[in-house]
């Protein structure tokens, strides 16, 4: 707009005030968007970029981690006590695919500490398989549910003979 000044006859173009000034940038700068959307929109972006860092960090198949652990063989004696003493968390049964009549041809203890241990394998030790399984089911069948031993069956096939 332009004003007549006072003092003289000609038209000058009016300055404007410091808060228009401001507007006038912000609606430029932001396309007419209060500040604090433009502040939400980047949070967010920021967000989406962490959590895309995490699953590209996390997704990464390093292998930097242990090896797996190689089970040691314990007796059948050893492995009843164990089961008795509470440190054994998870017992697997390996079964042949297709084959429920060969019953059980190994079995591994998971223990507390995070080792693991083998019952002699095969056809040749089945006894002590059967055994020892029905051993871990009385165990399950007496004790509280926190000390309860998990006990997995594994089917694998071509298991080959002795």
Not at 123 to 148: P, S
């Amino acid at each position: 707009m332009a004003e007549i000044d006072d003092q003289s006859d000609e038209m000058t173009p009016a300055l404007p005030e410091p808060n228009d000034r401001r507007r006038l940038l912000s609606r430029r700068l932001l396309g007419g968007r209060p500040l604090s959307v433009v502040g939400i929109l980047i949070a967010g972006l920021l967000v989406l970029v962490v959590l895309l860092a995490i699953v590209i960090i996390t997704g990464r198949n390093d292998q930097t981690g242990p090896a797996p652990l190689t089970c040691l063989p314990v007796t059948l004696g050893e492995a009843e006590a164990s089961v008795r003493g509470g440190v054994v968390t998870r017992v697997t049964v390996l079964t042949e695919r297709g084959k429920p009549e060969t019953g059980p041809l190994a079995v591994t203890l998971d223990l507390n500490d995070g080792n693991c241990r083998e019952l002699p394998k095969g056809v040749t030790a089945q006894d002590e398989l059967y055994r020892f399984v029905g051993e871990v089911t009385v165990y399950n069948q007496l004790a509280a549910g926190d000390q309860r031993i998990r006990l997995v069956w594994e089917q694998q096939g071509n298991i080959p003979p002795p």
